[in-house]
């Protein structure tokens, strides 16, 4: 949309301005983007480097005089350690786990919602309501109030129908917190794929519809082709920020009971061993999987952005 | 058959509102429950109300006060919107209303940094902080939530400053006006609803945010989901004050996000979704 909007108006303002050199005048252009530019990479790409540099020490925070390099030693060590090989692991089912459970919840609330029916709106805001409480809050909330195996309140609907009383996280630990973040990012994979759902082409379902198409046909032939790339994109972001997920683990389980993933050993390796080059390189390699991941976003993300552009 | 059909699926729809929103409404109804009827099982409906969880929440029984954190996460929250809001705008203005050369590479570096996990730069941030004093300090967070939402931030302006019209500011142009008059009076009035959303998506985000401030924050400048983490191991009985500190926290991000509801998607999906 942008590209071809805006390029028309720089290229006649630069035809017709006279006086600053054109250097001055790229650099007038350039200016208002450089202290966001600047703080980025200060902020966020500094530190980076500096983990990297970290990590090839041998650092614990408790003998600062014992510190020196050691190459990958702490990589290896990180990739050989059943405990970190665990939390790896466990990373990647929290995260894979999470993501297809909730986007597949959210493609038929999208689906649901995206009919006319009473109340609409109001099922709407029902449904997006789990996303908007702050994450820690909404882990005590299934910790403590609905898995409570004495008085939550699963085990006492579970009483009414003369259901067992399961411990809930000692007995299933990891699918516990999955359960309550697929609560928490189920609205979100909605929201996109309602959006998705919603800019298809309604002259072209029409015309299906016309050729004989049923409901099943339209959505298999249709639908879900176009939602293709929105299902990736709700993936891709959820991927992105569940890898990442820390407080869930953290007030859940505080880590134990086999469900510590990748930044919580972090956190706990450095804000509790001292472990300072371990944490570093346990850190680096979180960013080595983003990474992975976020090439495959960016890629989505730009040809939505792409198609955008050249919708207009 | 076809209206039965419908019908049901709307009944549907309304049953997977009420299981997904029951949680909530759970934790509202015990919030108000004393800690004896919080506790029973089966659960008790139709227990008496009372304010005790939120008076006991608020410290009268002798616990810590929850307001200094509340007053933090207000601090932190407001103050790094503010700040990214000084910094988005002009870039995005860079990047749509008068672009540079080359600007969707500069768009996607600004999001690749938001692919950076928060953990690859913790250590680092943390012996920063240890050994310039700036530990447990406020203001500390408020600068790394400025660089956690600016990617954000800037590819929602980016969308919402694009959809102003070329042309209008090109007339706009041709009758004399100034650039500032300009920004005022005709990018303004298009583009404010989008910035009162990209605002308010940052503001939910520093709200919530806990790895940082867990970790670089104590006594002094500890936030509300720090504060929250207090209820982690179990204290005798303690729902009501739970679901009432969960409750009150959380109220600011329900509130922020239901009046960004519309622009939400966009904002999430940093701008990639209309």
Redesign the interface.
Known sequence: MTATTTAPLTAGTTRSARGPSPRLRAWATRAPLLPALIFMIAVTQLPFVATLVISFFDWNALYPKARHFTGIDNYRQVLTDADLRHSVWTTVLLTVAVVLASLVLGLLLALLLDRRFRGRGIVRTLLIAPFLVVPVAAALLWKHVLYNPEYGLFNGLLHYVGGPQPDWVSNTPLLAVEASLVWQWTPFMMLILLAGLQSRDQQQIEAARVDGAGDWQIFVHLTLPHLRRYLELGALLGSIYIVQNFDAVFTITSGGLGTANLPYTVYQSFYQAHENGLASAAGVLVVIGSIVIATFALRVVSSLFREEVSRA | MNVLR??G??L???L???V??L??A??AL?SFHSEVD??????SFAASLTLDGYREFFGSGGGPSPWPALANSTVASVVSTVCVLL??L??A?????????K??D?L?????????????????????AKNTGMLDNIWLLV??Y??MN??IA?WMM?SFL??V??AV??AARVDGARLPVILARVVAPIALPGIAATALICF?FS??E??FA??LTGVVAET??VF??T??T?QGL??AK??A???V??LP??A???AA?DK??QG???????
């Open positions: 419908r019908g699926l709307g549907l729809a309304w997977a509102g009420i997904f929103f949680p909530i759970w934790m015990t919080a506790a029973t099982n089966p659960p910094l988005a002009p870039a203005y860079a990047l749509s209303i008068r672009p540079v050369r600007w969707t500069v996607f570096f600004f999001l690749s940094t938001k692919m950076l996990p928060a953990v690859a730069g913790l250590l680092p941030i943390y012996l920063f600068v790394l400025t660089s600016l990617p800037v980016q694009a959809e019209p070329v500011i090109e939910i709200w919530n806990l790895l867990r970790v509300a989901p929250l983490t209820f982690i179990s303690f729902l739970v679901c500190a969960s409750l926290i959380s991000v329900l922020a996000g239901f509801q939400l998607v999430l999906s940093l701008g990639a979704v209309k």
